[in-house]
């Protein structure tokens, strides 16, 4: 019998034997920047009743996981996986209770981006929770700072006389005491109180200077002041994309964003005319819109989700928002809105007057606005008062000849009959004279009923005219599809005056 000669050791086929090329976009699948946010503004949400549990487009903790378990596969995977995983930092609460939770994450990689500079270079997109601590481990904080300015050829008390100089801030009576550590137990207990909130902005601070390629900042935690960047030396900031939970400190910095996110009425800042793309996550007011918006002539894309935080439905000013009223805002934008999001599920349950405020006015003059999201309760009232328009021409009456996608959500409650008559008006305007849309090819609506019911006549009405109607859900992180045992839908809406929240006429 011949001897079988044993083999030599080979790399396996599969993964480790694809070229480049085709291995690099299937490691990239995991990294949240470079998959890019699918059919933004909803990125990958999921309904969170509790608002300070709210990830804000956090992705999938098992991404994080892959692309560590590559990291170990082998040194070329690893410098791959590497590589991309440093593409998207998030600084989450430390656990997912509510109680303060502190750990040492923002130190760690603090240390990292000072000791390799070329994965510094990789980062592109910083997210920092709100409820984001830091432990108070002050002197060890010091030294991760003193490291950090030390990169950028400064101390930390040579910091401190450069900012001294600019104005005064809300700092920690013992701050100066921190940068040329003078610390003793009541700078300790000082710098580091408030739940180390003084820290994580120190280290934020000294973390934003070393990231020179940073395209995407959402940092909920207050900011550092231009004049504490510029003790730096930091005189402007890489930023393309802004989410912004209260503080504008730095926008001034940021001449670059074209994209920002904002989450709080809190912010108060005009938004600057470079800016191409606003997203509002955050019931506002129109006072909010005649500060914020009175720069902006170029805006191409725009959303405003209502969130369903209010107290009580009887106030006009802080708990309303009239549709009309933002589209005339945008009204400098007529020549370059492309994409409109208005989403107003979480409306006023108050008097008909202000539940008459939620409708929308005609778009026609919007001569390049090509994808439109509304409310079925902006289109009508949910209530028996003057409309501006007939129940079953009011999409006629409003869309531009422009438009090419129409998404129309519901917002709970049973399905007004007029709902249907409107989307069939649209549908028999069009079948009469094709010329009025002639753009128009995808209609999503979030209602099994009207896409599939009535043995499916409004879809095969639209089908005879080249549209697509398609059933499509718009999750939110405070809105869900899904419904409770006793058939209710989440969340439960409801105001302290009104109770639960009436959806019928």
Request: proline share 7%.
């Amino acid at each position: 019998m011949a001897q079988i000669q044993p083999q030599a050791h080979t790399i396996p086929t599969g993964l480790l034997g694809l070229p480049l090329e085709l291995l690099l976009p299937i490691i990239q699948s995991f990294c949240f920047h470079c998959r890019g946010e699918p059919d933004a503004p909803y990125p990958e949400a999921q309904y969170v009743q509790d608002k300070r549990q709210w990830p804000h487009a956090s992705p999938d903790p098992e991404d994080q996981k892959a692309l560590l378990s590559l990291c170990l596969v082998s040194k070329g995977f690893r410098a791959l996986a590497q590589n991309v995983m440093y593409h998207d930092i998030r600084l989450e609460r430390a656990n997912n209770s509510l109680s303060p939770s502190a750990d040492w994450k923002l130190p760690t990689l603090l240390q990292t981006i000072i000791s390799r500079p070329d994965l510094a270079r990789l980062v592109k997109s910083l997210r920092v929770n709100m409820y984001y601590t830091v432990e108070p481990r002050i002197d060890d904080i010091w030294d991760v700072c003193e490291q950090a300015a030390g990169t950028l050829g400064l101390t930390l008390p040579g910091v401190w006389h450069r900012w001294a100089k600019g104005p005064w801030e809300d700092l920690p009576i013992h701050m100066e005491e921190f940068f040329f550590r003078n610390i003793n137990d009541a700078v300790r207990a000082d710098v580091g109180g408030e739940e180390g909130r003084f820290m994580v902005r120190e280290l934020l601070k000294m973390l934003l200077a070393l990231l020179p390629n940073l395209e995407h900042a959402n940092i909920e935690p207050e900011l550092p002041s231009p004049e504490a960047m510029r003790a730096l030396g930091i005189e402007s900031l890489p930023w393309k994309e802004a989410t912004l939970w209260e503080s504008s400190r730095l926008m001034d910095m940021a001449t670059n964003v074209e994209t920002l996110t904002v989450t709080s009425a809190v912010y108060r800042f005009p938004i600057p005319a470079s800016v191409k793309t606003v997203r509002i996550h955050c019931r506002l007011t129109t006072q909010w819109f005649t500060e914020c918006l009175q720069n902006c002539t170029g805006i191409t894309s725009f959303s405003y989700q209502a969130s369903s935080q209010y107290l009580f439905c009887y106030d006009p000013s802080p708990f309303t928002t009239d549709v009309g009223e933002i589209i005339r805002f945008l009204n400098g934008c007529r020549t370059t809105l492309k994409s409109l999001y208005l989403d107003i599920r979480h409306r006023c349950c108050g008097p008909t007057y202000l539940k008459a405020r939620v409708l929308v006015v005609s778009l026609k003059e919007y001569t390049v606005l090509e994808d439109l999201l509304l409310c079925s309760n902006s289109l009508w009232p949910k209530s028996t008062i003057t409309k501006e328009f007939p129940s079953e021409q009011v999409l006629v009456d409003i869309l531009p000849s422009s438009i090419s996608r129409l998404s129309i959500l519901h917002p709970g409650g049973r399905v007004d009959e007029r709902f249907k008559e409107v989307l069939l008006g649209l549908a028999d305007s069009i079948k009469g004279n094709k010329a009025q849309f002639p753009s128009l090819r995808c209609i999503r609506c979030d209602v099994r009923e009207i896409c599939e019911g009535d043995d499916g006549a409004i879809k095969k009405a639209f089908e005879e005219i080249g549209i697509n109607l398609v059933y499509k859900e718009f999750p939110r992180y405070d809105w869900s599809y899904e419904m409770t045992s006793d058939g209710d839908r989440l969340p439960r809406l409801n105001c302290r005056r009104c109770g639960p929240f009436d959806d019928e006429d």
